[in-house]
């Protein structure tokens, strides 16, 4: 474990004295680096605001453990959804090359991309479920909540074998969305 997990317990516990610690140690860094690369000063601090947010996601619900510096991987995150809004805008053309832009202390950029790559997923999974009918929704956030489908059947007045057609349906109408995605359909990774 690095010594800047405190970073992360930071973010996890909400601490604004610490968080603030965040915000002053490496805001600008994030906003320079997005203006350097086609991003305006607004971009910027977009960019690394979710970039906290995904990290905070990554400390609470996967008890992450940093391996490399706080800084190497608040950045690391940062270029990969600034590459991601590039893609997206079709303007790929960066000022440097992102061999340039980044030193990661080990060998664990890897295993850092990757759950980047794996929370980025998760909140496009996310927001197709968000496109559902609210029952199909209700349902499938209750199962994946809940381990007891009968006790989610009775609260919700269906037997347990209604609930589970209907979360088969549901679930099969996600994958659908899921499948048919330009995020999932021939994403390239960077």
């Not at 690095?2 to 317990?9: F, K, N, V, W």
């Not at 991003?39 to 490399?68: N, P, R």
């Not at 079709?90 to 060998?107: A, G, W, Y």
């Amino acid at each position: 474990m690095h010594l800047d997990q405190r970073y992360l317990a930071y973010l996890k516990h909400n601490d604004r004295t610490g968080i603030d610690k965040i915000y002053k140690n490496y805001a600008k860094k994030v906003v320079a680096m997005i203006s350097y690369n086609s991003g305006s000063e607004d971009d910027g601090y977009d960019i690394f605001q979710e970039a906290l947010v995904d990290i905070y996601y990554m400390a609470k619900d996967k008890d992450f453990q940093l391996t490399t510096s706080f800084e190497n991987f608040l950045l690391m995150v940062c270029k990969r959804k600034w590459l991601n809004v590039l893609k997206k805008s079709q303007q790929m053309q960066v000022t440097k090359s992102t061999e340039d832009l980044f030193h990661i202390e080990d060998e664990s950029a890897k295993q850092i991309a990757e759950s980047v790559q794996q929370v980025e997923r998760e909140n496009m999974v996310m927001h197709l479920l968000d496109t559902l009918g609210e029952r199909c929704q209700e349902i499938i956030r209750r199962c994946m909540k809940e381990k007891h489908q009968e006790q989610i059947a009775e609260s919700l007045g269906i037997t347990y074998a209604y609930l589970r057609k209907k979360k088969s349906e549901c679930m099969a109408s996600l994958i659908a969305k899921v499948k048919a995605h330009p995020y999932f359909n021939g994403k390239e990774d960077f």
